[in-house]
């Protein structure tokens, strides 16, 4: 596509419920990134993919929180059992490692989740 | 590990005025620098790379390794420059990108007429 869609824009929940957030990064992007914004802490990274795989999960806060990506493209982040604290938001980018990734990802409009 | 502190939350400027958004980073390694802006409803956006050292929206940023800094100026700010300013640190491990940014927390800066 012409840009990064992340869906859905805005999601309420419930304490304890599972959410899923979607990320379709820019067609022919093997990198994909999920980073999470909230207010006073910035953007913190959560989880990378390249292709498929994802070489670094250091990010994630804890085990009630997964991603996955399938063929190269959308990935899904997965929060089980949200907390309050999980109120953010995810914010998903991607970048070309081929044209090197100096250039800059380019981020999708983010999926505000607020936990109720 | 890398670190990218931006020490400011707030700036305020009048319209005209020259501004500087401060970057420190600690990185042992060779960085790479970027800053992105998030203008009010929109989704946030690359706004210079130090390694292409060029300037937009007459925005410019020099990488002080000395410093360890990455400050973002502009001599004459615009009412359309507020918005919120992220500098973002990339490191290279064994001369390969990886890509993965860590960004400080973000500058708001807001210029008046």
């Known amino acids: 596509g012409a840009g990064v869609s992340q869906s859905p824009s805005n999601k309420v929940t419930e304490k304890g419920k599972d959410v899923e957030l979607r990320c379709d990064p820019i067609?022919?992007?093997?990198?994909l990134y999920w980073y999470r914004q909230s207010l006073g802490q910035g953007l913190e990274f959560l989880i990378y993919?390249?292709?498929?795989?994802?070489?670094?999960k250091s990010g994630l806060p804890s085990d009630r929180f997964s991603a996955e990506r399938t063929g190269g493209s959308v990935s899904t982040l997965t929060i089980q059992r949200t907390q309050q604290e999980d109120s953010a938001v995810y914010l998903c980018?991607?970048?070309?490692?081929?044209?090197?990734?100096?250039?800059?990802?380019?981020f999708g409009s983010g999926t505000r989740l607020t936990v109720v | 590990a890398q670190r990218v502190t931006q020490p400011e939350k707030l700036l305020s400027v009048f319209k005209g005025a020259p501004v500087e958004l401060k970057c420190n980073y600690s990185?042992?390694?060779?960085?790479?620098l970027f800053w992105y802006v998030q203008y009010s409803r929109q989704r946030l956006q690359l706004l210079l790379r130090?390694?292409s050292r060029e300037s937009i929206k007459g925005f410019t940023a020099d990488l002080n390794k000395g410093e360890t800094s990455f400050h973002l100026k502009k001599p004459f700010a615009q009412e359309e420059d507020s918005a919120m300013y992220y500098c973002?640190?990339?490191?290279?491990?064994?001369?390969?990108?990886?890509?993965?940014?860590?960004f400080g927390q973000g500058t708001i800066l807001t210029v008046h007429p």
């Open positions: 980018a991607s970048s070309s490692m081929g044209q090197g990734w100096d250039y800059g990802y380019t």
């Open positions: 990185y042992s390694g060779s960085p790479e």
């Open positions: 067609s022919g992007h093997t990198a």
């Open positions: 973002a640190l990339s490191a290279r491990a064994g001369g390969t990108s990886y890509g993965k940014l860590t």
């Open positions: 993919f390249q292709g498929n795989s994802a070489p670094d």
């Open positions: 130090h390694i």
